[in-house]
């Protein structure tokens, strides 16, 4: 599901990223009676800006924080897993992203470096996206964020991708594509086995 921010405003209570929805479980909200067994995925565009709902505790130590003035932003729940199945998919689902972005929208070389999108600018790579995961009452939520442009108050090491409005909603459909494609064949392949 693609939102917008008003959408997002309310469901959440606020118009952009700042990671308090992380804190508890979110899938309801967004679907109701529609919510997925196998996960759930929502979609928007919107700036980023977490200082105090951070999840990550090395960024909470160092005093860091995340900030893009524009970013494409996915909300993940999958229920019934615990936080090491679920930092592997996030993983599994970042590396999914990341080629989907480098090669089809950027055109450029990139690889994904544990859950960073890191894509080739110049003679270096620079990070595109933030991500993590936590688990909240069963279920594991997966933020992750990708930069279109990340501004002046990101860290130097941060890529713009500067994806046009088209471009932008054409990679959120085909995320979500690939999210849903995912879980599903991650679903059936549980059930088949013989013992």
Same mark, same amino acid.
């Given at each position: 599901?693609?939102?917008?921010?008003?959408?997002?405003?309310?469901?959440?209570?606020?118009?952009?990223?700042?990671?308090?929805?992380?804190?508890?479980?979110?899938?309801?909200?967004? $679907? #109701? %009676?529609?919510?997925?067994?196998?996960?759930?995925? !929502?979609?928007?565009?919107?700036?980023?800006? /977490?200082?105090? +709902?951070?999840?990550?505790?090395?960024?909470?130590?160092?005093?860091?924080?995340?900030?893009?003035?524009?970013?494409?932003?996915?909300?993940?729940?999958?229920?019934?897993?615990?936080?090491?199945?679920?930092?592997?998919?996030?993983?599994?689902?970042?590396?999914?992203?990341?080629?989907?972005?480098?090669?089809?929208?950027?055109?450029?070389?990139?690889?994904?470096?544990?859950?960073?999108?890191?894509?080739?600018?110049?003679?270096? $790579? #620079? %990070?595109?996206?933030?991500?993590?995961?936590?688990? !909240?009452?069963?279920?594991?939520?997966?933020? /992750?964020?990708? +930069?279109?442009?990340?501004?002046?108050?990101?860290?130097?090491?941060?890529?713009?991708?500067?994806?046009?409005?088209?471009?932008?909603?054409?990679?959120?459909?085909?995320?979500?594509?690939?999210?849903?494609?995912?879980?599903?064949?991650?679903?059936?392949?549980?059930?088949?086995?013989?013992?």
């Amino acid at each position: 599901m693609i939102i917008n921010r008003n959408e997002l405003k309310t469901i959440t209570g606020c118009d952009y990223y700042d990671g308090a929805v992380l804190h508890q479980r979110f899938a309801y909200k967004f $679907f #109701k %009676k529609n919510v997925r067994a196998v996960g759930n995925i !929502v979609a928007f565009e919107a700036p980023m800006e /977490v200082t105090t +709902n951070l999840i990550d505790l090395e960024d909470a130590i160092n005093n860091d924080y995340i900030y893009s003035i524009r970013a494409i932003n996915f909300l993940i729940e999958i229920p019934n897993i615990d936080l090491f199945a679920g930092v592997c998919f996030q993983r599994l689902y970042n590396a999914q992203l990341g080629s989907l972005l480098c090669t089809k929208y950027l055109q450029k070389e990139g690889y994904v470096d544990g859950d960073d999108i890191m894509v080739k600018e110049g003679e270096e $790579f #620079k %990070k595109a996206s933030v991500s993590i995961a936590t688990n !909240v009452n069963g279920a594991v939520l997966i933020h /992750v964020g990708i +930069n279109i442009n990340a501004g002046n108050k990101a860290p130097n090491f941060a890529y713009s991708t500067h994806l046009t409005d088209e471009a932008s909603n054409a990679f959120m459909v085909d995320a979500i594509q690939m999210f849903q494609v995912m879980v599903q064949d991650i679903f059936t392949a549980t059930t088949k086995t013989i013992a």
